[in-house]
Antibody, heavy 120, light 107 residues
Framework: EAQLVESGGGLEQPGGSLRLSCAAS????????MNWVRQAPGKGLEWVSY????????YYSDSVKGRFTISRDNAKNSLYLQMNSLRAEDTAVYYC?????????????WGQGTLVTVSS | DIQMTQSPSSLSASVGDRVTITCRAS??????LNWYQQKPGKAPKVLIY???TLESRVPSRFSGSGSGTDFTLTINSLQPEDFATYYC?????????FGQGTKLEIK
């Protein structure tokens, strides 16, 4: 069974950095595109970033562009999100999500989420 | 960027009711539209992809339709476990935007 497990969240001060990790198991990680999606407390889902299966194509939302970096290590079955220059509005649960092998790109497997809190 | 607009934002219904949630894209997204269900404290789960294809193990009381810019999610004969928040999401182009969500509550 496919599984994603995020880690690395926590409390960080404004301007600080955090690195989130997502460990994949139960599927051929290197064959799948991946996303990060976040959800601020009491709010809706916000797409954050995308990376292709090889890592050669990467996209970001405007709200994180220039501050966040998505990467992956297919040998380690792991996805990462390096978050720099953190702001209060980055406070959210961060989910990694697998993109299904279907044209409409459904996110068909999600982790449990890791909470990032940005506060002084 | 493509904006996804869901309506209503919230909805009260009773067990056994039929409900419809709509999602409108700001430009043509063909059928690259997915629907998710999220329960409190849990990650979202995909219900429907490609506008109308039911994900495996999703009950047949869920259905989706639409293409282009207008889409609907219909739930027939609501069950207690269906009370949750529903999101549409376009997979046509980045940013892969979500609708703002529809919270389905028990009347």
């Amino acid at each position: 069974e496919a599984q994603l497990v995020e880690s690395g969240g926590g409390l960080e001060q404004p301007g600080g950095s955090l690195r989130l990790s997502c460990a994949a198991s139960g599927f051929i990680f290197s064959s799948f595109e991946m996303n990060w999606v976040r959800q601020a407390p009491g709010k809706g889902l916000e797409w954050v970033s995308y990376i292709s299966s090889s890592g050669s194509s990467i996209y970001y939302s405007d709200s994180v562009k220039g501050r966040f970096t998505i990467s992956r290590d297919n040998a380690k079955n792991s996805l990462y999100l390096q978050m720099n220059s953190l702001r209060a509005e980055d406070t959210a649960v961060y989910y990694c999500a697998r993109v299904g092998l279907i044209a409409s790109r459904p996110l068909d497997c999600w982790g449990q989420g890791t909470l990032v809190t940005v506060s002084s | 960027d493509i904006q996804m607009t869901q309506s209503p934002s919230s909805l009260s219904a009773s067990v056994g009711d039929r409900v419809t949630i709509t999602c409108r894209a700001s430009q043509n997204i063909n059928i690259y539209l997915n629907w998710y269900q999220q329960k409190p404290g849990k990650a979202p789960k995909v219900l429907i992809y490609g506008a109308s294809t039911l994900e495996s193990r999703v009950p047949s009381r869920f259905s989706g339709s639409g293409s282009g810019t207008d889409f609907t999610l219909t739930i027939n004969s609501l069950q207690p476990e269906d009370f949750a928040t529903y999101y549409c999401q376009q997979g046509y182009t980045t940013p892969y935007s979500f609708g703002q969500g529809t919270k389905l509550e028990i009347k």
